[in-house]
Nanobody, 115 residues
Framework: QVQLVESGGGLVQPGGSLRLSCAAS????????MAWYRQAPGKQREFVAH???????GYADSVKGRFTISRDNTKNTVYLQMNSLKPEDTAVYYC?????????WGQGTQVTVSS
């Protein structure tokens, strides 16, 4: 079993930056593919970014060039650096992990981009 705890959300002005963190329990973090999803009010949850256990990354077109996913296997943590934030980035951001058929979600952290 893996537990995921996100942190780092908050209120930021348009054009600002935030870094989200997701700490995972357990000793198998390095074998997990990690990802970030988000869900805005009234919308479906959508993919934001992922990083495989081998370090390959992928991004949604809407965040490409602005967001960067990274991981520190020594700290069992994945990060999402978000730059040039826009009001449309406002959402609850969820950490997601999977390995084979096992999937895990965090509880989410709110990001609000507003002046």
């Amino acid at each position: 079993q893996v537990q995921l705890v996100e942190s780092g959300g908050g209120l930021v002005q348009p054009g600002g930056s935030l870094r989200l963190s997701c700490a995972a329990s357990g000793s198998t973090f390095s074998s997990l593919t990690m990802a970030w999803y988000r869900q805005a009010p009234g919308k479906q949850r959508e993919f934001v970014a992922h990083m495989t256990n081998g370090g390959s990354t992928g991004y949604a077109d809407s965040v490409k060039g602005r967001f960067t996913i990274s991981r520190d296997n020594t700290k069992n943590t994945v990060y999402l650096q978000m730059n040039s934030l826009k009001p449309e980035d406002t959402a609850v951001y969820y950490c997601f992990a999977y390995r084979l058929v096992d999937t895990y979600w965090g509880q989410g952290t709110q990001v609000t981009v507003s002046s």
